[in-house]
């Protein structure tokens, strides 16, 4: 009955390198979002998946970015030749239903990203 | 920008004290969602309100929501230490992604 998990907790790699951020969400839920947070900031929104639907991939800030979901169950976000402004904090979250379901969302507690 | 934005940034207290923070968003909602944050960890839902909800409680907190001036406030009743945390208003529009503020760092001293 666990809630939503991401890893790694944190991630510390070179300037150039790719990523790849985990998430398990909460079994049955069949949204799921990726945001970003910046230190002592509020959320970006990156990333949004809904059932089998096609994803709103609006918020990817660049064509380094990009995230796949297998059906309902796990997501993996993936930036390509990372820069020092990708560091940040990337929270993973999931809900029962979509945008109009009026359910709250879970959050996992994040991959702290650290761009050296 | 969609974006909603919490006032004040930074609020300390005493404990026993009530907690007042604000949201303000620019457009027209379907709901709009408190949420808390501790240090290091993810955002945590508290408490839910439709578009067509004036004020909603849960334990101790009240939320209230005015769509005519597009602003919402989160009260905390009789803080305790264990209320520090930041906390985040998110909005959503009819199918459009949630947009979270900058949210409000709230520090209750023991």
């Known amino acids: 009955g666990a809630g939503v998990s991401q890893s790694p907790s944190n991630k510390v790699t070179e300037k150039g390198k790719d990523v790849e951020l985990r998430c398990d969400p909460i079994?049955?839920?069949?949204?799921l979002y990726w945001y970003r947070q910046r230190l002592g900031q509020g959320l970006e929104f990156l990333i949004y998946?809904?059932?089998?639907?096609?994803?709103?991939k609006s918020g990817l800030p660049s064509d380094r970015f990009s995230a796949e979901r297998t059906g309902e169950s796990v997501s993996t976000l993936t930036i390509q030749r990372t820069q020092q402004e990708d560091s940040a904090v990337y929270l993973c979250?999931?809900?029962?239903?979509?945008?109009?379901?009026?359910?709250?969302?879970?959050f996992g507690d994040g991959t702290r990203l650290s761009i050296l | 920008s969609q974006q909603g934005e919490e006032d004040p940034q930074a609020l300390s207290i005493q404990e026993g004290e009530n907690a007042t923070m604000n949201c303000s968003y620019k457009?027209?909602?379907?709901?709009l969602q408190w949420y808390r944050q501790n240090s290091g960890r993810g955002l945590v839902h508290l408490i839910l309100?439709?578009?067509?909800?004036r004020e909603k409680h849960s334990g101790r907190l009240r939320v209230t929501l005015d769509t005519s001036k597009k602003s919402s406030s989160l009260l905390i009743t009789a803080s305790r230490a264990a209320d520090t945390a930041s906390y985040f208003c998110?909005?959503?529009?009819?199918?459009?992604?949630?947009?979270f503020g900058t949210g409000t760092s709230l520090t209750v001293i023991p």
């Open positions: 979250a999931s809900s029962l239903g979509g945008l109009y379901s009026n359910q709250p969302q879970h």
């Open positions: 079994s049955g839920h069949t949204a």
């Open positions: 998946f809904q059932g089998n639907s096609a994803p709103d």
């Open positions: 457009t027209s909602i379907n709901n």
């Open positions: 309100i439709r578009s067509n909800e």
């Open positions: 998110a909005t959503s529009k009819h199918g459009n992604q949630f947009y």
